[in-house]
């Protein structure tokens, strides 16, 4: 049986995290290739400090450095195992210290642990193009490649040798010296930049916070927000005021339930100008180099552009494909959302509203809109979605789907005491540990994520997977249990979906693993595991009323599934199509030419005809997705994987059990969860689907027309 999914809190939870200390420097292979405890070991958190985190990364880089290079020189024959098997297996303890030190950049962060990051992710980068230019070894790969099928034992040494040959060209192996010296330069400029995108939005947001001196000013937000809102100000200083700190958690509540329109605009123009504010957080500069840089990448590598480089080794294949199913759904959607948006103006012009609607209304004019027309408040669900009671019914799901089981492990150390760890089981075998990190505090990452801290090793000594669970829940003032808007629920079982992908890792080689699929694939499963949250068995059976205990009535979930079927999933909205089509517009572009990415969105909103009253999901100023090096050019990603899911989805729910049907889900399992890129993904798509991915689901699962192809 599943265990209980306890999110209670010991005492202190929810402070600022201590600094990692430790009375002396802990050995190299602790931090690195012999992690303590079992599972084959756990992150020695309790012992990385920010010096020795840096000095284990150096001598990490340094140690990968030996070994690829005794690959490349070894005088024996270039064979599957002394080259391509012993490439793969390189640099564990780079591997490993890498992961110890995103634990503490992406929770737990502060200045000097930015500073040690921002020395040491170069040395990284720089090895990986030292790796991709290295002649010697690429001619030992190339061989092996060139001696298949016959060079690798098994279909999946074979696949690893395609994987890496494949990897080894897309980043440069076997260019000329002087465009290899320049690549190199590009990367390591990049890698600096990406990285100072990322923590000019930190800082940023950090910094941005506004203060209220007049409660009335609150009026419309829930009394739990408010209270919210007194305690981040009493944090900061000012226990007379209220603040709103201008990030998600806190924004969309004002954006939607604020009666006052100044407030809201006020609030709308600081989230939404993040990192495109002159001073020393603006990224305008950092995005413009970036794209010309990324540009100037891909004509070395023999690409017209970035976004066909990008595209070459993801399902879609061109950004042709990608942007056609982008603008099918946009040309469909745009009329419908016109229309949509003058039912809004009605509505406010109705309340006595003398104005065009504008960004800062449009949330707030369609909750009124759902309760009006669906007799549906946001705030209705609130008092069902307890923390524990996501938590408890995600993992529910996971038992009787995947017959998945989590035990709480104690003693184990983590970087905050309100982090849990718990063993994941099948029946009594276990297959990986998982870290759930729920709450916000000082250093964390403002967002839901899920992260892979240790890959499954299924070489002859196993080391199990270890994943974590993030998100940034804010505590109640008074400790209890915290209420979650839809949104929010629906994110965590979202990420709960990548951790699974993470602990069902069933390739045994690293470059073959979940992590590893093809990038416009690797939200599917995520996308998927929100289906279950819609379920009305789940909701019956967990989301019970915080106070009374009682179920959540099949009126309110029948209200949750009209008004979930008129709101649609993120990725058929236009602030979501918005956002992807301008970053494959600017990545089309991107081919070494100067580039102003803020004009190049305001042309593409223009062209779009863009509604006054929406705006992107992300700017490009601080969409860190699109300046990212796996989702540059790639946002599209979450609309293909959407329509993935609802092509799966459509034979669970065809099947007899429905969701929970044991059949179709040990077929999704054996061929897509565990599989990593054993194969290429289309391959495995169609041996559970039984024909190639159908796009169209996306479309029907709302029961909109299929629009034609372009």
Do not use: C
Not at 72 to 79: E, F
């Amino acid at each position: 049986m599943l265990a209980s999914f306890w999110i209670g809190l010991p005492a202190g939870a929810g402070a600022a995290p201590a600094a990692p200390s430790t009375p002396a420097e802990p050995a190299f292979d602790v931090l690195t290739v012999a992690w303590p405890g079992p599972f084959g070991g756990l992150p020695p958190v309790h012992l990385a400090t920010p010096t020795a985190l840096e000095s284990a990364f150096r001598r990490a880089v340094e140690l990968k450095r030996a070994e690829v290079r005794a690959i490349a020189t070894n005088p024996a024959r270039p064979t599957f195992e002394n080259t391509v098997a012993a490439l793969d297996a390189s640099g564990t303890a780079l591997l490993r210290i890498q992961r110890l030190l995103q634990i503490y950049t992406g929770t737990a962060s502060n200045d000097e642990l930015r500073a040690v990051a921002a020395r040491v992710l170069p040395l990284a980068s720089a090895l990986d193009d030292e790796i991709a230019f290295d002649d010697a070894l690429y001619a030992r790969v190339r061989a092996v490649h060139r001696g298949l099928p016959r060079s690798a034992p098994t279909p999946e040494a074979r696949r690893l040798v395609q994987v890496i040959h494949d990897d080894l060209r897309r980043r440069g192996a076997g260019l000329p010296a002087d465009q290899s010296a320049r690549l190199k330069a590009i990367n390591a400029r990049l890698a600096k930049l990406t990285s100072e995108f990322g923590q000019n939005l930190a800082r940023e947001e950090e910094s941005l916070v506004l203060f209220v001196t007049d409660v009335a000013e609150l009026r419309g937000l829930p009394e739990d927000r408010i209270a919210a809102a007194k305690a981040a100000a009493t944090a900061r200083g000012t226990p007379d005021q209220w603040a709103i700190p201008i990030q998600r958690p806190a924004v969309w509540p004002v954006l939607t339930r604020a009666d006052s329109r100044a407030l809201r605009e006020r609030v709308f123009r600081l989230w939404d100008s993040r990192g495109d504010n002159r001073g020393q957080y603006d990224n305008a500069p950092i995005t413009s180099e970036m794209l010309r840089l990324r540009g100037e990448k891909a004509r070395l590598l023999g690409y017209p552009s970035y976004a066909h480089y990008a595209a070459s080794s993801r399902m879609a294949g061109t950004p042709d494909v990608a942007e056609s199913m982008l603008r099918r759904a946009w040309d469909l959607l745009l009329p419908k959302t016109r229309e949509h948006l003058a039912e809004l103006q009605a509505l406010a012009t109705a309340e006595g509203a003398d104005f065009t609607l504008q960004p800062w209304d449009r949330l707030y004019y369609a909750e009124k809109y759902r309760q009006r027309t669906f007799g549906f408040d946001t705030e209705s669900v609130r008092p069902y979605l307890t923390l524990q009671n996501v938590m408890d019914g995600m993992t529910w799901a996971a038992e009787q789907v995947y017959g998945l089981s989590l035990r709480e492990l104690q003693g184990v150390p983590t970087v905050a005491p309100e982090i849990r760890v718990y063993e994941v089981l099948r029946g009594t075998r276990t297959v990986g540990v998982l870290y759930v990190d729920m709450f916000q505090r000082r250093g964390k990452g403002p967002s839901s994520w899920a992260t892979e801290q240790r890959p499954a090793e299924r070489g002859p000594a196993a080391v199990l997977p270890v994943a974590t669970l993030h998100s940034s829940v804010v505590l109640p003032a008074d400790g209890s249990q915290p209420l979650l808007e839809w949104e929010r629920a629906n994110v965590i079982f979202h990420e709960f979906g990548h951790a699974l992908h993470f602990v069902a890792n069933g390739a045994r080689y690293r470059a073959l693993g979940s992590l590893r699929v093809p990038f416009d694939f690797i939200e599917t499963p995520a996308l998927l595991q929100e289906r279950w949250l819609l379920d009305r068995t789940l909701l019956t059976r967990f989301m019970r009323h915080h106070r009374t205990g009682e179920p959540m009535p099949l009126e309110l979930i029948e209200k949750v599934e009209r008004v979930h079927r008129h709101d649609r999933v993120f990725s058929m909205n236009l602030d979501f199509l918005a956002t992807a089509l301008t970053d494959i517009r600017l990545h089309r572009r991107a081919d070494g030419r100067a580039l102003d990415a803020v004009a190049v969105e305001r042309e593409v909103l223009a062209e779009l005809g863009m509604p006054t009253a929406i705006t992107p999901l992300l700017r490009v100023a601080h969409a860190p997705h699109v300046f990212s090096e796996l989702y540059g050019a790639a946002v599209y990603t979450y609309f293909w994987s959407d329509a993935l899911a609802a092509d799966i989805a459509e034979k669970f729910l065809a099947a007899p059990g429905g969701l929970y049907d044991p059949a179709v889900a040990a077929l999704y399992r054996r061929t897509i969860l565990e599989a990593g890129n054993t194969r290429p993904m289309g391959e495995a798509f169609r041996e559970f689907r039984g024909r190639d991915p159908d796009p169209d689901a996306l479309f029907r699962r709302f029961g909109l027309p299929v629009p034609s192809r372009r």
